[in-house]
Each structure stands twice: as structure tokens, then as C-alpha cells.
T-cell receptor, first 109, second 113 residues
Framework: AQRVTQPEKLLSVFKGAPVELKCNYSYSGSPELFWYVQYSRQRLQLLLRHISRESIKGFTADLNKGETSFHLKKPFAQEEDSAMYYCALDALANSKLTFGKGITLSVRP | ETGVTQTPRHLVMGMTNKKSLKCEQHLGHNAMYWYKQSAKKPLELMFVYNFKEQTENNSVPSRFSPECPNSSHLFLHLHTLQPEDSALYLC????????????FGPGTRLTVL
């Protein structure tokens, strides 16, 4: 069975500081990885996915198959990045997602 | 309203009650999902429907009974729930195959007394 681990519950940084939200997964095959975000009083929404190779709102994530990681990074955090971030895995291209527990990112002015 | 809607947004029920949660999507998707979000636990997939057919039941107790009458509507019928079933229940929709983005509703906050 697949599993997604987000080892930290909270990351607090100052505006302009770099951000790295960690995500590790366990799955024997080649899954697709996603980052979903939930801003205050908004619904859960897709931030980015590995297959798209995009940078969204300045965030990037690289899939490291050797380390089975998909960490989310942003070089300069903004206050509007404060939110709950969830890493998710789709193992079989069947749109069934396995989520991590999520991490709260707090960006202070 | 566009996107995925859920009603009611809040529900308080006793353990002997029967209630239903409703989800509707206006995105033309053919896959719909129920998730449970409890405190201190990851978002848990409960049920998956593809083209109105249930394709996943993630070992959910029978006191939760889903129904998908068409590709736009999804229900979760609740009966004889336990206090530990109190949680946020999220509905989502997507296209059924491939690495597709899931679109989430706002959730129903359920409290079982």
C-alpha cells in the first residue's frame, strides 16, 4: 500500500525567507505526485503536480525517485502563501489520491 | 453556484438519527469521491464512483451508505453513527482516468452526539 509522509506539522518563516515543505512517499512503482493547498476559508485546491513540470505562484517541486521525495519549494515566501499544504500521491493513474497529514505554513511580515 | 457544492454545510445528529449529505458538481466530470477529514489524521478516501458505478470502498463501515444517481450528484447516507464519526466530509470530482486534478467542495462539518 502507498503512503505519504509529511514529517512536520507547522513551518513558520518571515516574509522573503526560503520555504521547503517536505514530502516523502512509499510506493514500489512510479506514482504521480501532487501538492494541494487550502487557504483560510477556501476549499482545498490543486497547487501543482509533477507531471505538469510547472511553477505555480513561485512554487516548484521536484520528484526525487531515489529519495522518494517530492518537496515543495519557494525561494522567497510571501504572506499570502500562508495556508495548509497537502502532498498527495496517485499510484495507478486512476485518480485515487493518498494524502499526507498536511503542514501549516505561516509567513510572518 | 459553479464547481462542487455540498449541503448541508453543518450537521449535528444523534447516534440514532438518519441523515444524508449531498454533493453536486457542475463541471461535467464523471468521477466523484467522498473523503473524511478528522483531526490529526490525513484526508481519507472513503468511496469512489466512476460513471455512476462504485469502484472503491475503502473499508468504510456500513453505517455510511453512498449513492450516485447520476454523474453530477453524490449522496452519503448516514445511520446509527458513532461520536468518532464526527469529522469534515469532503466531496470531490474529476475526470475518471489519468492523473487528473480533483475539485473539492467546501465540506460538511458533521458532529455526532
Amino acid at each position: 500500500a502507498q503512503r505519504v509522509t509529511q514529517p512536520e506539522k507547522l513551518l513558520s518563516v518571515f516574509k522573503g525567507a526560503p520555504v521547503e515543505l517536505k514530502c516523502n512517499y512509499s510506493y514500489s512503482g512510479s506514482p504521480e505526485l501532487f501538492w494541494y493547498v487550502q487557504y483560510s476559508r477556501q476549499r482545498l485546491q490543486l497547487l501543482l503536480r509533477h507531471i505538469s513540470r510547472e511553477s505555480i505562484k513561485g512554487f516548484t517541486a521536484d520528484l526525487n525517485k531515489g529519495e522518494t521525495s517530492f518537496h515543495l519549494k519557494k525561494p522567497f515566501a510571501q504572506e499570502e502563501d500562508s495556508a495548509m499544504y497537502y502532498c498527495a500521491l496517485d499510484a495507478l493513474a486512476n485518480s485515487k489520491l493518498t494524502f499526507g497529514k498536511g503542514i501549516t505554513l505561516s509567513v510572518r511580515p | 453556484e459553479t464547481g462542487v457544492t455540498q449541503t448541508p454545510r453543518h450537521l449535528v445528529m444523534g447516534m440514532t438519527n438518519k441523515k444524508s449529505l449531498k454533493c453536486e458538481q457542475h463541471l461535467g466530470h464523471n468521477a466523484m469521491y467522498w473523503y473524511k477529514q478528522s483531526a490529526k489524521k490525513p484526508l481519507e478516501l472513503m468511496f469512489v464512483y466512476n460513471f455512476k458505478e462504485q469502484t472503491e470502498n475503502n473499508s468504510v463501515p456500513s453505517r455510511f451508505s453512498p449513492e450516485c444517481p447520476n454523474s453530477s450528484h453524490l449522496f452519503l447516507h448516514l445511520h446509527t453513527l458513532q461520536p468518532e464519526d464526527s469529522a469534515l466530509y469532503l466531496c470531490a470530482s474529476s475526470q475518471p482516468r489519468g492523473y487528473n486534478e480533483q475539485f473539492f467542495g467546501p465540506g460538511t462539518r458533521l458532529t455526532v452526539l
